[in-house]
């Protein structure tokens, strides 16, 4: 994977030493492929170290079938645990499930690995029986933690980890990934989305061509001051994900404010003309105000499925001359 080379040889040297630490927590910005490169070191491990095993002491899936990441993992001695769909959290039932997957004997690697991704998404509950797991590891059981924000996790189990700071990849690396990616970018989109995105490959994959479109037509319906029919159907859509929309507004935001402080360099769209005329209108503080309060409104809308054309309209009456 790209940009993991230097944390993989070291993590492989510390395992044939004999020095893995049971307990590793990545971390580091969302959709830079820390849960990926997370299984391709457990299988890499896992792969090379098959036993004799191997045709005995067969490992049942049918004792974790509220493990949804499962058919993923592609390894009998590999258990891996994320937020189930339409669930808020990951619930104490699922981390009690790697009691029952470690006590099993190995399938047919010496090792087992188990993946929580993200610990971020852990309830109280399942975050004190994870730190009960900490606290009691199993031989030959390595457990790895994805996180995207560590402070969200119990003091106590940051403290029983090794942590390794996964670093933002780079517009280089961004560019690789994406350019090897099977959705067949133009050089235009990738560079717009890893202004848009962040560098997230992820991100840039699953919903930067929806936010490029967004952004644009959120941008001329400013510039023409009057809403887009085609941003109006859009975000009426209901089966337009709204969180889409929620992104492109604090995006646009945020670049708003760098204009403000004459830190944006390269412009997208219309946005440098849009931005000089709300620069008549909105100083740095009432940008930074407004960012805290539509952040609040935009989360209140999804969490409630308020009238989304409302906002759009509430939101193009702030930004209207």
């Given at each position: 994977?790209?940009?993991?080379?230097?944390?993989?040889?070291?993590?492989?040297?510390?395992?044939?030493?004999?020095?893995?630490?049971?307990?590793?927590?990545?971390?580091?910005?969302?959709?830079?492929?820390?849960?990926?490169?997370?299984?391709?070191?457990?299988?890499?491990?896992?792969?090379?170290?098959?036993?004799?095993?191997?045709?005995?002491?067969?490992?049942?899936?049918?004792?974790?079938?509220?493990?949804?990441?499962?058919?993923?993992?592609?390894?009998?001695?590999?258990?891996?645990?994320?937020?189930?769909?339409?669930?808020?959290?990951?619930?104490?039932?699922?981390?009690?499930?790697i009691a029952d997957f470690s006590n099993q004997t190995s399938a047919i690697s010496k090792n087992k690995f188990i993946i929580i991704d993200a610990a971020d998404e852990l309830n109280r509950a399942a975050s004190n029986a994870l730190l009960k797991i900490l606290e009691e590891p199993?031989?030959?059981?390595?457990?790895?933690?994805?996180?995207?924000?560590?402070?969200?996790l119990l003091a106590t189990v940051k403290s029983r980890c090794h942590l390794i700071k996964i670093a933002d990849l780079s517009?280089?690396?961004?560019?690789?990934?994406?350019?090897?990616?099977?959705?067949?970018?133009?050089?235009?989109?990738?560079?717009?989305?890893?202004?848009?995105?962040?560098?997230?490959?992820a991100k840039a994959i699953d919903v930067g061509r929806d936010m490029i479109e967004i952004y644009e037509l959120f941008l001329n319906s400013i510039k023409n001051?009057?809403?887009?029919?085609?941003?109006?159907?859009?975000?009426?859509?209901?089966?337009?994900?709204?969180?889409?929309?929620?992104?492109?507004?604090?995006?646009?935001l945020h670049r708003l404010s760098g204009y403000n402080g004459g830190q944006i360099e390269y412009f997208l769209f219309s946005e440098k003309?849009?931005?000089?005329?709300?620069?008549?209108k909105f100083d740095i503080e009432k940008i930074f105000n407004l960012s805290d309060e539509m952040a609040k409104e935009l989360a209140q809308m999804a969490f409630l499925n308020l009238d989304k054309k409302l906002l759009l309209v509430n939101l193009f009456n702030i930004f209207s001359l």
């Open positions: 994977m790209i940009g993991f080379d230097s944390i993989k040889s070291n993590l492989l040297n510390n395992y044939h030493q004999h020095k893995l630490h049971h307990a590793i927590l990545f971390h580091g910005k969302k959709g830079i492929g820390k849960a990926s490169f997370a299984r391709e070191f457990a299988l890499e491990i896992l792969r090379a170290n098959t036993t004799s095993s191997q045709g005995k002491n067969q490992f049942s899936q049918e004792n974790f079938i509220g493990n949804t990441f499962l058919a993923k993992a592609n390894h009998p001695d590999l258990f891996l645990i994320e937020k189930q769909e339409n669930k808020r959290d990951i619930v104490v039932d699922q981390i009690r499930k199993h031989p030959n059981n390595f457990l790895i933690l994805i996180s995207h924000n560590p402070s969200k517009n280089e690396d961004f560019t690789k990934i994406l350019q090897k990616s099977l959705f067949k970018f133009t050089a235009q989109e990738i560079k717009i989305m890893s202004i848009m995105c962040d560098n997230s490959p001051n009057i809403i887009s029919e085609e941003l109006v159907k859009k975000i009426a859509d209901k089966n337009f994900n709204f969180e889409i929309f929620s992104e492109v507004v604090m995006f646009f003309e849009v931005f000089a005329m709300l620069n008549q």
